[in-house]
Every structure is written in structure tokens, then in C-alpha cells.
């Protein structure tokens, strides 16, 4: 079945979807907590790590085509996974968040999901021995440190989320979904 047949370039414009799901989660942080500087700042830094990402796929995507490796064949079960990923939903977490621990706790789970497993994988094939691969792992191995700057458990909980009318417009066109 054509449907099985997975190539790298399908894996690599699903992993793009999911990172800017990713991204746009943590921008939708920055929103609820623009009124806590440091807790801002955290998110506005988590964002930026997933832009740094999605420009890493970017730069695999055009080493991928010009080296006419867009058609090889992956393994059906990575595409898969990946595009579990890529359906992931920042409204649905959104939805979830009162209070700055529980935007830790989505963060959390939002880093457990592997997106970032998929892309190193991706890096070491389509960069092996690079520096590019180099660069891309030590920034894959920081990308978590800004959450370390939310201390602790009390004063995140005492921290409110300020929900702006975009995201309440955007969580509910996902509930009628
Ligand atoms: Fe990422």
C-alpha cells in the first residue's frame, strides 16, 4: 500500500509540524504569564529553543533534497510515531493551565513527547560526523534548562495564568472542533 511507503521527506515535514506545534505551545505561555517577568522570560526562552529546532529540520530538508535522498525509505513505524506527535495540540493543554506549576507540569510533558528524540536521530543520518550534528546536540541537551529557573513548587503554584481573549478564542474553536 502506497500509504505504508514512509520516506525521509515525509518524516522530516511531519517532524517541522510538530516542532512548530511545539513552539507555538510555549508561545501561547508567554501570553498567560506576561505578567511574571521571570516566568515570561522561561517560556519566551523554551520558544526560542523550538525555533532553533525547527530551523535545525530546516536546514536537514535542504541537505535531504539536494543530496536526492528525499524519497528513502524510513521506517513506517518512525513516520507513524512522528505523525502521533505531530498531532499533538497546544489548545487542548492550554486549556488545562490556572496556575504557573501547572504550565510547568504541560511543559514537562510536552518535552517527554520525543519530538526532539525523532530529530536527533534525523541530524546524525543526514549530518553524520558534522558539526552541524555537534551543534544541534548540545542544543538539544540545554533546550530544557530555562525550566530549572521556575523555583519552586509553592511559588509556582502561587502564580496565576492571565488567559488573553486570543487563547480562550483559540481553546474554545478546539472544544467545538
Ligand atoms: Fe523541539
Given at each position: ?10 518524516l522530516?515535514?511531519t517532524?517541522?509540524?510538530s516542532?512548530?506545534?511545539?513552539e ?10 506576561l ?13 526560542a ?8 529540520v ?5 541537505a535531504?533534497?539536494?543530496a536526492?535522498?528525499w524519497d ?5 513505524a518512525?513516520?507513524?510515531q512522528?505523525?502521533?506527535?505531530a498531532s499533538?495540540?497546544p ?7 490556572q496556575?504557573l506549576?501547572?504550565a510547568?507540569q504541560?511543559?514537562h ?11 536527533e536521530?534525523i541530524?546524525?543520518?543526514v ?25 519552586t ?15 480562550t ?9
Open positions: 500500500m502506497a500509504e505504508r511507503e514512509a520516506t525521509l521527506g515525509q522530516i515535514d517532524l517541522i509540524t516542532e512548530q506545534a511545539t507555538r505551545f510555549y508561545m501561547g505561555l508567554v501570553e498567560l504569564f505578567h511574571e517577568p521571570i516566568a515570561a522570560e522561561v517560556w519566551w526562552d523554551m520558544a529553543g523550538e525555533a532553533s529546532h525547527i530551523w535545525l530546516e536546514k536537514a530538508r535542504e535531504v533534497m539536494a536526492g535522498l528513502e525509505p524510513v521506517d513506517a518512525l513516520l507513524d512522528a505523525r502521533r506527535l499533538f495540540s489548545e487542548r493543554l492550554w486549556a488545562r493551565i496556575n506549576e501547572d510547568y504541560a511543559a510533558e510536552v518535552e517527554g513527547m520525543e519530538f526532539d528524540a525523532l530529530l536521530p541530524m546524525i543520518d549530518f553524520p560526523g558534522d558539526i552541524r550534528n555537534r551543534l544541534a546536540r548540545s542544543q538539544l541537551d540545554s533546550h530544557q534548562d530555562p525550566l530549572k529557573r521556575l523555583k513548587t509553592e511559588w509556582r503554584r502561587s502564580i496565576e495564568a492571565r488567559i488573553p481573549e486570543e487563547v478564542m483559540a481553546i474554545s474553536k478546539e472544544k467545538i472542533k
